[in-house]
């Protein structure tokens, strides 16, 4: 855990997250400013800063997420429209929490990206 990291924060109970799913690798919840009705956030519990930092000692927990977003959809009602599965690398993609993390989006009709 990275003690200034606001997921690591909110993995560990220090801060409030409105939770949708968790096992003992991933958790899973609601971003606070979302862009679509379901916007869910999976998020390890391993502080890993991004995706171009993964190793390939951490190739479990790369998986896991994309399991958990996959369940995430399923729990959430998104299967039979669709979804989006967002990574933001880097300050040029508009990342702001520098641990990794991986966006859910749906409930509506996705505009925008290809």
């Known amino acids: 855990m990275a003690d200034n990291c606001i997921?690591?924060?909110i993995i560990s109970g220090d801060l409030?997250?409105?939770?949708?799913y968790q096992d003992d690798a991933v958790v899973a919840f609601r971003d606070i400013n979302p862009v679509a009705p379901v916007h869910v956030l999976v998020v390890p519990r391993l502080h890993v800063e991004s995706m171009a930092t993964l190793d390939d000692g951490q190739r479990d927990v790369a998986g896991r997420m994309l399991l958990?977003?996959?369940a995430v959809a399923r729990a959430e009602g998104l299967?039979?429209?669709g979804y989006r599965v967002v990574a933001n690398i880097g300050?040029?993609?508009?990342n702001m929490v520098?641990?990794?993390h991986l966006h859910v989006i749906g409930g509506r009709r996705l505009h925008g990206m290809a």
Do not use: I, N, Q, T
Not at 16 to 20: A, E, I, K, L, T
């Open 98 to 100: 520098p641990h990794l």
């Open 91 to 94: 300050e040029d993609a508009g």
């Open 16 to 20: 409030p997250g409105s939770f949708v």
């Open 7 to 9: 997921f690591c924060r």
């Open 68 to 70: 958990a977003c996959a």
């Open 79 to 81: 299967e039979a429209r």
